[in-house]
């Protein structure tokens, strides 16, 4: 059984910089493919970034630029340094994994992946 445990979120003020990880654990496959989501108050859930975890990562428009992320394959963690927050990215941010390797872009839908953390909150206020 695959779990994913969030860790790393917390407030920043605007301009500022927050690490967010992921640990996977109970992993079997070798690649899969990896996100992370974000949900504000009241909105939908909407996409970070997708990437395979031996491929190039696929930002979404609001965090390209800004975001940076990273899969750690000895430790099976996948690592998303945000910076130059913004009051508009304050949410709970939510890894989610699927071993469905293929067509791991931007354009997957976040019902397409199997496993998901309970999530981090983030919020950048001044």
């Known amino acids: 059984q695959v779990t994913l445990v969030e860790s790393g979120g917390g407030s920043v003020q605007p301009g500022g910089s927050l690490r967010l990880s992921c640990a996977a654990s109970?992993?079997?496959?070798?690649?899969?493919?990896v996100a992370w989501f974000r949900q504000a108050a009241g909105g939908e859930r909407e996409g970070v970034v997708i990437?395979?975890?031996?491929?190039?990562?696929d930002y979404f428009e609001s965090s390209k630029g800004r975001f940076t992320a990273s899969f750690d394959n000895a430790n099976k963690i996948l690592n998303l340094e945000m910076n130059s927050l913004k009051p508009a990215d304050t949410a709970m941010y939510y890894c989610?994994?699927?071993?469905?390797?293929?067509?791991?872009?931007?354009?997957?839908?976040?019902?397409?992946?199997?496993?998901w953390g309970q999530g981090t909150l983030v919020i950048v206020s001044s």
């Open positions: 989610a994994a699927t071993t469905d390797y293929y067509g791991c872009n931007n354009q997957r839908p976040p019902r397409e992946f199997q496993v």
């Open positions: 990437m395979p975890t031996d491929g190039r990562a």
């Open positions: 109970g992993v079997t496959y070798s690649s899969y493919c």
